[in-house]
């Protein structure tokens, strides 16, 4: 069973940067075959992708976050990174992340970030 730990989440204030990371256990040396990704949901609103990365490398990002954000992948620690900077209260939300590899599919349990002064 793959699981998924997302950390670096907080408060952080306007303006500011964050550097998410989420680690995956369970899938052996098999972590390069998944592409990974961030989404996130704000109060009230539906789950949006941040950003998109697949086992080529290939990066997708939502368009609220271009610019300003870079997503990342190591695959010998199993665990894919975002950060963004440039934060503003928009960005509050449960960051998720998610691995995908043909029909499987893993979500974490999501971190907080509040951006707020």
């Known amino acids: 069973q793959v699981h998924l730990v997302e950390s670096g989440g907080g408060l952080v204030q306007p303006g500011g940067s964050l550097r998410l990371s989420c680690t995956a256990s369970g899938v052996g040396d098999s972590f390069s075959f998944y592409d990974a990704a961030w989404y996130r949901q704000a109060p009230g609103k539906q789950r949006e992708l941040v950003a998109m990365?697949?086992?080529?490398?290939?990066?997708n990002l939502g368009e609220s976050v271009k610019g300003r954000t870079t997503i990342s992948r190591d695959n010998e620690k199993n665990t894919v990174y975002l950060e963004m900077n440039s934060l503003n209260p928009e960005d509050t939300a449960v960051y998720y992340c998610?691995?995908?590899?043909?029909?499987?599919?893993?979500w974490g349990k999501g971190t907080l970030v509040t951006v707020s002064s």
């Open positions: 998610n691995v995908m590899r043909s029909r499987l599919n893993y």
């Open positions: 990365i697949t086992v080529r490398w290939n990066v």
